[in-house]
């Protein structure tokens, strides 16, 4: 098959998007595809990528796109996608992919749509950006009803496209095969001096909306009925917000109870799962996780979880498989509290050739059906 993916961003910017992006990409072209990434050439911020060498299994195809704000860039050209099978829009709530959605259309190319977290923008917690975010919602609903086929990730999701998309199917992201097989060289704890600690574990981007604050807000709560616990927050952290969270953890008394890493290392990164007793998913928001791909390392890993009632978590953490607190620290720490008193078991999580497999059958299916 010849497979144009169309996403708003890509490598070297990075997210779980842009992550999607690229693993699908790779699988389809090992399984022998020709496959084709559109994209920007921005950051999310609008600046210009420096992507370097495009050394990859796949073609890449940066377009000059006109940046106006985040979600609104078009593209100053659009080519043809007359030679692809099968077109997959990779996001419904950007300008630059609904362009190409449009171009797909009149070519009456097969198109496969991915939503994220449809209509979970409406309830951003800043009010008054809510009116501006209604119109990518109704890109959204157009999307739907312009597309053949319809992928969403969690059964939320699901049971909410059903009002506008007839053929629907439900595929989760994957994760790489290293996290089911990896024996890390690294001791995580021998390495920071952790060995007769509780470890909580936070791995996501250092930002307010993945709430590593809430996280630290909980921790005075936890420290007093468990003084032997401390939290570990691994991941990128762009803006410095680390900076924010060590004065917020030494107004609170618990400036040797926080260890902020920064970027790690992926093979750095499962060592700290592996040495973690929680690890926590704290994000603050309806739209913040569309999936949550450090909810399914966790639990490749073997991992309990603790999270918030952001919608991809609260649809997949089910009875038995972690615990879901409210959004308040207090919350937060009770859940962490039983967590670390009493461990759950994962639920099956699929690497990337198993979802590979499964795109690679609803294109089949959608270019029959066309």
Known sequence: M????????????????????LYLA??????????????????????????????????????????????????????SLKDFDVVHIISTDDIFTFCFLLHAKVLRKPILVTAFVPFAMLKHPRKILRPFLLFFEILFIVSMRFANAVQV??????????????????????????????????????KYKLMDKEIILFVNRIHPLKGPQLLIRAMPIILKEDPNTIAVLIGPDPKGYGIELEKLADKLGIFDKVLLRGFV???????????????????????????????SEAWARGKTVVVTPSR?????VKPGTGYISDYSPESLAKSILQALESPTSPPKVYSWEEVTAQF?????RIIHEA
């Not at 497979?3 to 992006?21: C, D, K, W």
């Not at 299994?57 to 979600?71: G, L, Q, T």
């Not at 999701?157 to 790489?176: H, N, Q, V, W």
């Not at 991809?312 to 997949?316: H, K, P, V």
């Open 26 to 79: 790779e699988g389809l072209a090992k399984k022998g595809h020709h496959v084709c990434v559109f994209t920007t050439n921005r950051t999310l911020s609008g600046g210009k990528v420096k992507p370097g060498s495009e050394d990859w299994a796949f073609s890449v195809h940066r377009i000059k796109s006109a940046y106006v704000a985040f979600r609104v860039e078009f593209p100053l050209e659009i080519p």
């Open 153 to 190: 990730m969690n059964d939320i999701d699901l049971r909410i496209t059903k009002r506008f998309a007839e053929k629907l199917e439900m595929i989760p992201d994957g994760i790489p095969d290293r996290y089911f097989v990896e024996k890390p060289s690294i001791n995580f704890r021998e």
């Open 265 to 295: 290392s992926e093979e750095e990164k499962i060592a700290a799962y592996d040495a973690a007793d929680v690890v926590v998913i704290p994000s603050i928001g309806e739209f913040t996780e569309g999936f949550s791909i450090v909810l």
């Open 360 to 364: 690679e059958a609803l294109y089949t």
């Open 2 to 21: 010849r497979i144009a993916l169309v996403a708003p961003y890509f490598y070297p910017v990075t997210g779980g998007r842009e992550q999607t992006v």
């Open 312 to 316: 991809a978590l609260r649809s997949r």
